[in-house]
């Protein structure tokens, strides 16, 4: 397989665990088919399993990441949030670059419903790169509280509902589960 005959619009959303998991599984099953994928991460800074693999993969799976390591969004200054405000732009003017250029096959953006719950970009600035994705490029979007208006855009939405954690007995991120 070359490119998508047609692209669509996917969702993962909900206070869930699995959303960036479900995104890098639809990138492994693409890159299988021979497509090429892009991953945009926001609000991640950490190494985490993933790139390791996309170095693994090369150039079918590549992660961009546009931030430097910094706390949560809660924890930081004005300071800190100005330049993780810039960072964001700068993602996105990629992200911008890329569905222009055509770069990739599926294009996923990451904790992007996370940079809209900060106000680091507007709901108009995603819809854009929504309504102006080429026809065969695949968009997957991931992160909690997505925007009605993006999701009567979306063509598939799948909400990751938390029924059980075990971080509810104490048990946090461990590595090659959660990163």
Known sequence: ???????????????GKGKTTAAIG???????NGLRVYMLQFLKTDPTGELEISKLIGDKFQIFRFE???????????????VLKEEVNRAYEFAVEVIKNNSCDVFIM???MG???NKLLTEQQVIEL???KPSSMEIILTGRNVPASIKDRADLVTEMKEIKHYMEKGVFSREGIEY
């Open 1 to 15: 397989m070359d490119k998508l005959e047609k692209g669509y619009v996917q969702v993962y959303t909900g206070n």
């Open 26 to 32: 639809q990138a492994m099953r693409a890159v299988g």
């Open 68 to 82: 430097s390591k910094k706390g949560f969004f809660w924890t930081l200054n004005d300071a800190e949030k100005a």
């Open 110 to 112: 990451d904790e992007i």
């Open 115 to 117: 940079i809209l719950s």
């Open 130 to 132: 929504i309504d102006n």
